[in-house]
Structure formats: C-alpha cells, structure tokens
C-alpha cells in the first residue's frame, strides 16, 4: 500500500516537474538554435542531403530539421507567421501563389526570398534505332492511364490507337515502380496534365479528388507497362534490344546515355539539357526554397545553410549526384546572387 | 413405473432409447460438432501463429541484414596528404576546413585503384575525422582504417545488388581488405540520408521519451477517474453521459488526437512542434480511455465484502480505496495500461500532424527537442528509393518489436508482483 503511496506520490511529483518544463518550452521558444525547413516530398531528399553537408561543414550546429510536408501545408507552415514557432524555410516543388503569398502578407510574413535550387526532371526515350515517336502529355496519358478519364478500362494496342498520327507500333513502356519518386513526377508532370485536357477531369479534382487522382494518376497493369525497378541500366539494355520500346526515368540519366537514346520530344519540345533547366520541356518543373528574410539573422547557421545550397546546386554536384537537375547557368548565377544579397520577393510577380 | 400406462389422459412418454439409431446419430452428431468447434479453434489458432510466424521470419530474415556493415580495410599516409594541421589545434572546426573528403576520395582511389571512390561511402571521411579527434598524432603517421562500404558494395556482400558491384566486391575480396561485421553505429546513429550511415538510437530515444510523457499523463488521470467514477461518483445522468463519453473516446480513430493536439498544443498553447512533449500528451489523450475503461472494470470486479470487512472494522472510504481496493485492482489496471502503451508506441497517423514525420539527425536532448519515434522512423525509411534503406527499415521493425517485447515483459512482470488471491 505504502508502494502505491510513493507511486502516486512520484507520478504527480513528476506531472509536477513536466508542467514547469513546459512553461520553460514557452520561453525557450523566443530562440531557437536549429533551422526548421517543411514542404515538398520532392525536395525532401535535397534538403536532408543539404543538412547533413551543412552539420558536417560546421561542427558544432545543431541539424536542421526537414519536415515533409507536401508544398501546400508547408506553404500554410510557413505563412504563419515570423518568429521561432515558424519554420524558416519552405520547400517547394512548385512556385507560391499569389494566395499563398497573400496569406503570408496577412500573418506578417512580409520579407520573403525566393530561390530556385534546381530542376525536378523526367524524360521519355527510345533507341537509336527507334521509331522516332513524337508524344504529348495527352497521348502518353491515353496510352497509360488504367482508366482514361474515367471511361473504362484502357484498350489502346498501339500509339496509332491514341493519336492517329502515330505509327502502329504496339505500346510497350518501361518506367519507374510505384515506389520511386520519378513515378510521381510522372503522374504529376505527365499523366495529370493529358488527364486535365478533359474539363470534365479538371471538375472532378474540385468534387472528388480520390476519383480524380484514381483515373488521372493509375497506370495500366496488362503488360503494355512495365515497372523496371530501381535499375536504370536495364532500361537502356531493354530499349536497345526493343528499338520500339519507350523508356522512362529520371532526365540525368538521359544525360549519361545520349550515346545508345534518343530522347522523344514532348508536345514537340526536345528532352535537351536547356529545355529542362529551363523548363520548356513538359517533364520538368523548377524547385525552390522560400526563406524568411526576418529570421537570417536571428537563427544561428540559417546563412551559412543557404551557402551550402548554393555550393551543392551545381552540374555534379552533391545535389545532382541525388538524381536533381542543374538549373542553367543563367538561373544557378541569378540564384546565387540571391543567396548572396537576398532580395525580397515582390508578390506582384506571381500567379 | 416407466411401464406404458393406458389408464392416464395425459399422452405417453416412451423410455430414451439410447441404443437406438436415430439416438445415436444425434449423439455422433453431437460428437461431431463438437470436434468440428475444436478444430475450428484450432485452426484459429494456427492461422493467426502463422501469420506471425510469417511476420516474423520475413522480418528478421531481412532485418537481420540490416544489423551488419561491410567495411574497406584503407591505409592513409597523412605525411604526404595534402594537409597542413597542427596535431596541438586538433579540433572538429579546423577538420571541417581541413578537405578531409578529397583526402579521403585520393587514399582510396590509391589503394583500390581508379574509381575506388565510389566503392566506400560517401560521409566515410567522417570515420576518418574522428579517428584524427581521437589521437591527432596519426596526423604525422600512415595508418590503417575500416571505413564504411557503398551501399552497392555493401548489398553485395550480402549477395543483393547489381553485376557490376558484385564484381567490384569480388575484386575487393580477393584483396582481402573487406570485412563484413555487426554495425554498432546502427544502434548509437541517428537519421541520415545515406543508408551505410543511418541509425536508429534517435527514433528510439525520442519514442522512450514519449512513451514516457504518456505514461505521466495517462496512468494517474486515468486511474483516478476510475476510482472516481467507480467509488465515488452517485449514478447519475451526468455519469452516464461521461461514461459513453469515455468509451466513445476508445474507439475514436487515432488521426483525430492528432488534429486535436494540432489545433490546441501546437496553435492555442504554442508548444514546440515536433517534440516528444507535444506526442506524448496527445497520445495520452488516446490512451487515458482505455486505462479509465479497463481500470473501471479491475475496480468492479474487487469483491464487496472487501469493502464491507474494512469498513466494518472502522477504516475510511479513502483508506478502503487506497488500503484495499487500489492493490487489488491493480493488477487489472496494469493490463489495461500495458494494452494502451502498446498502441501508443506503434502510432504514427496523430504524430504526422504534430510534426514528427521530419528529417532528426540529433538525438533529442528532452522532451522539448524536436523528436521522431520508431514507427514514423520506419515509415520515413519505407519511403526512401535507395535500396540499402529496405534492410535498415526491417532493423527497424525488429528494435520496435523488441522494445514492445520489454515494454510487456515488464508490465508482466509489474501485474505478476502485484497479483493477490483471495
């Protein structure tokens, strides 16, 4: 009994203990010693790439902290507002809107520095010895999608069944699983957007987004597909074997194998380095990180986190070597002036 | 007296003839069935064991693995390295300056020829680093050091990866400068991005510290509303209303605490996010019902003339509560307890929403660090393409297998101690 006694005695001593923690966690959080970053899953692997680079160079700091978010509840993180409870940093694998830039207006967020770190690439190829196909997001949708737009299941046998322009080949394509983050960028970069040329579509992502993403985003599973695993050289073997073949993968890779491909352009747009850092080609798309002006100077090791992005962005670089497209040098000179001179973002520049 | 009677109005009633056919096909049939229910039960059994077993030979079968780091024997010379550091201002800022990474990159494609780079990981100048914090006096001497594989060379030694690191690892091998050994960083690390360098101590640290803050929490609010409720509280409408209340609250989905610990800890309190104070009192919020429930019921079944003996020998209510009912009832509550925990401590959907499902690479330090747990830990690295990371995630699996393995034992044990027959 008496046991229970010092038990409960104890368990109350520390309840005790833990609420005067917590009146401290109130204070302690006027200054925070680490960098906290949210936002986009597809940025996450470059931050953390980042942060590790950034605590090894500087002994001492503390590791920032990377949440993934997604980039709209990062954004709606971020835009809270200015002082130690907010992240810093925003990752984002699209640019802010004008909403979300609002938002940030309204909660004090007024200083806010937009930099592009790089370019989140996907491309389509075949063989030397290929057909020559020429794609669209539409027709790449058309012939993948398990259930385009929602119609039933696909019957196309061959690109001339999607786009009577094309030859009569029998669509056979090999891609990342469903486990890879190249498989996302494809169905956002891709399929949603051949999806989206139905309006029909564009309404059922405002009614039923689970109905929108399953007819937009699923990809057939009767062999005209195939997952090619995490092995990216296979795919070059398979599409030099199968000159009729189309490959899929991540736009480095491309790079490296201009010597056996040939990259398929896309709404006429080629898969060229220039096309893809620029943006130009329908399978890419830019990523940034938004910073909060305000908090450079009160979070230790913010600036210094910014210079190691800065250092790690370019072509062979740590960022590159994690599957991330170089921005071009016109866009990582612009980026790197403004790691430098943080400009702050004019809200009028954006959509 | 069981002869026929024809003299009675009331209709005739013939003896049970056991040995007759149709009694004894309902007799089998009643055999039959009930073999049929133990079979059943049996095989209910069976099934669900198998499904463990499944569950854990595919777990350990892989996890195992995921316990053991190859490494490369790689022999520096710091006399002729590029490197010019007094060994007397050895600290970790100079080294960070100091390019330890092309000294590292230039020993290795000495020793393992071109492109021996890439066979070792990439953080591996890191073992160099502090093997130079350890004693700066290897700065002015050639010496030997086990640096950690590449992921592909790695998966090679375990006979899992692609043509060309197999052949790498069969080069390396026939130098004899390989080793495949226990990976002791994977139990003392924290998240990193490479899978040769990740560790799990800070997912388990940061759980301990959250199962702990619910512990505090949850055990004496729960236990005394029980108590409440059961000795004190008159029956009432109100106490009806609290009681559907609290088994509502038991089976209300876990993602809803955590919204709830989002709306009020982080936005009305203005608690840290991410920290192990914040996941532990909303997974108290979860698991309070299921310690009021099952405490209510420990109470309900300690015998009145409990009771009745110890008031009738002139104790208090609160000396019949504490003196006897509690210790009694105690064993039941624990159970109750040990039920709750363990679902706590496998929760990840309400700590997503408090920030939890980050990138930590420090150990948090308290409760107010920022923290992830061993099942959030688990999903990060079920998420990451690399393929060194499956093996570390099946570890994974089996450290919080194991950790809900004590956590039982020792609530087992607790209830054991405590037990008492009447």
């Not at chain 2, 490494?71 to 490197?83: H, R, S, V």
């Not at chain 2, 690295?381 to 393995?405: H, N, R, Y």
């Amino acid at each position: 009994m008496k046991q229970i006694v010092r038990l409960a005695v104890s368990a109350f001593a520390l309840s005790a203990t833990l609420s005067a923690c917590q009146d401290k966690a109130g204070g302690e959080s006027a200054g925070r010693d680490q960098i906290r970053a949210v936002g986009s899953s597809t940025v996450y692997p470059f931050a953390t790439a980042v942060a590790e680079q950034f605590v090894n160079a500087n002994p001492g700091m503390k590791s920032p902290i990377i949440e993934s978010t997604g980039t709209g509840g990062g954004m709606k993180l971020f835009c809270a507002g200015v002082g130690s409870q907010f992240p810093d940093i925003e990752n984002a694998s699209r640019r802010m809107k004008k909403s979300e830039f609002e938002m940030c207006e309204k909660n004090g967020v007024k200083e806010i520095v937009e930099i592009q770190i790089g370019v989140d690439g996907l491309a389509f190829a075949e063989s030397k010895k290929g057909p020559g196909l020429k794609l669209t997001p539409e027709t790449v949708y058309k012939a993948l999608a398990a259930n385009p737009f929602g119609k039933g299941p696909n019957t196309a046998q061959t690109w001339k069944d999607v786009d009577p322009a094309l030859p009569a080949i029998a669509i056979s394509v090999f891609g990342p699983p469903s486990t890879s983050g190249t498989r996302d960028s494809l169905a956002e970069l891709i399929l949603e957007k051949g999806c989206q040329s139905d309006p029909a579509m564009k309404a059922l992502k405002d009614s039923n987004e689970d109905q929108y993403k399953a007819a937009c985003t699923k990809v057939r599973e009767d062999g005209k597909y195939v997952d090619s695993g995490e092995n990216d050289n296979l795919i070059v073997q398979k599409l030099g074997a199968n000159p009729n073949a189309v490959g899929v993968f991540g736009y480095s890779f491309l790079e490296e194998n201009l010597n056996s491909l040939n990259d398929i352009p896309l709404n006429g747009v080629d898969a060229t380095y220039d096309n893809v850092a620029s943006g130009k080609y329908p399978g890419a798309r830019p990523l940034y990180i938004y910073v909060k002006k305000a908090h450079i100077q009160a979070i230790p090791g913010l600036k210094a986190y910014l210079d190691t992005f800065a250092a790690s962005w370019n072509p062979g670089g740590l960022l590159a070597k994690r599957g991330m497209v170089a921005a071009t040098d016109a866009v990582r000179s612009a980026a790197a002036e403004t790691v430098k001179s943080l400009p702050v973002l004019n809200g009028a520049d954006l959509k | 007296m069981n002869a026929p009677s024809t003299t009675l109005a009331s209709p005739t009633r013939n003896p049970t003839d056991w040995k007759g056919a149709a009694m004894q096909k309902r007799i089998a049939a009643r055999y039959a069935a009930e073999r049929r229910f133990r079979l059943l039960g049996m095989g209910a059994v069976l099934l669900s064991a198998g499904f463990l077993a499944f569950l854990l030979f595919t777990m350990i079968g892989n996890g195992a693995r995921g316990f053991t780091r190859t490494e490369i024997a790689l022999q520096i010379d710091f006399q002729t390295a590029p490197i010019l550091i007094d060994p007397a201002t050895v600290n970790a800022q100079s080294l960070a300056g100091a390019n330890l990474q092309a000294i590292t990159a230039q020993a290795a494609d000495k020793a393992l020829g071109a492109g021996g780079d890439a066979l070792i990981s990439p953080n591996a100048w890191l073992t160099v680093r502090d093997a130079i914090l350890d004693n700066p006096k290897v700065l002015s001497q050639k010496i030997t050091l086990s640096l950690p594989a590449s992921t592909g060379i790695d998966l090679a030694a375990k006979g899992d990866a692609s043509e060309t690191d197999e052949a790498a690892y069969a080069r390396l091998q026939q130098s004899g400068v390989v080793s495949t050994g226990f990976n002791s960083a994977f139990l003392s690390a924290s998240d990193a991005t490479d899978p040769t360098q990740v560790g799990i101590w800070g997912a388990f640290k940061g759980s301990l510290l959250t199962m702990l803050v619910t512990l505090l929490l949850s055990f004496p609010i729960g236990v005394a509303t029980a108590l409440y409720l059961e000795e004190y509280a008159p029956k009432a409408w109100w106490t009806d209303i609290i009681e559907v209340s609290i088994n509502n609250l038991a089976a209300v989905p876990s993602i809803i605490f955590g919204l709830l610990g989002l709306a009020i800890f982080l936005n009305l309190l203005d608690f840290p996010r991410s920290a192990a104070l914040v996941g532990g009192m909303t997974l108290a919020l979860m698991t309070m019902p299921v310690i009021v429930i099952a405490g209510r019921n420990a109470i309900k079944a300690v015998p009145p003339s409990i009771r009745d003996a110890a008031l009738g020998v002139g104790a208090s209510p609160v000396q019949v509560v504490f003196h006897h009912v509690l210790p009694l009832a105690l064993p039941g509550i624990l159970t109750g307890t040990i039920i709750g925990m363990a679902r706590a401590l496998g929760e990840t959907a309400p700590l997503l929403m408090i920030g939890m499902r980050a990138f930590i690479a420090t150990p948090p330090g308290g409760i107010t660090d920022p923290a992830t747990v061993l099942p959030v830990q688990i999903f990060l690295w079920s998420d990451e393409v690399s393929k060194g990371f499956i093996e570390k995630t099946s570890a994974a699996i089996i450290v919080l297998l194991a950790f809900l393995l004590a956590m039982n034992g020792l609530a087992i044990y607790l209830r054991n101690k405590f037990e008492k027959r009447w």
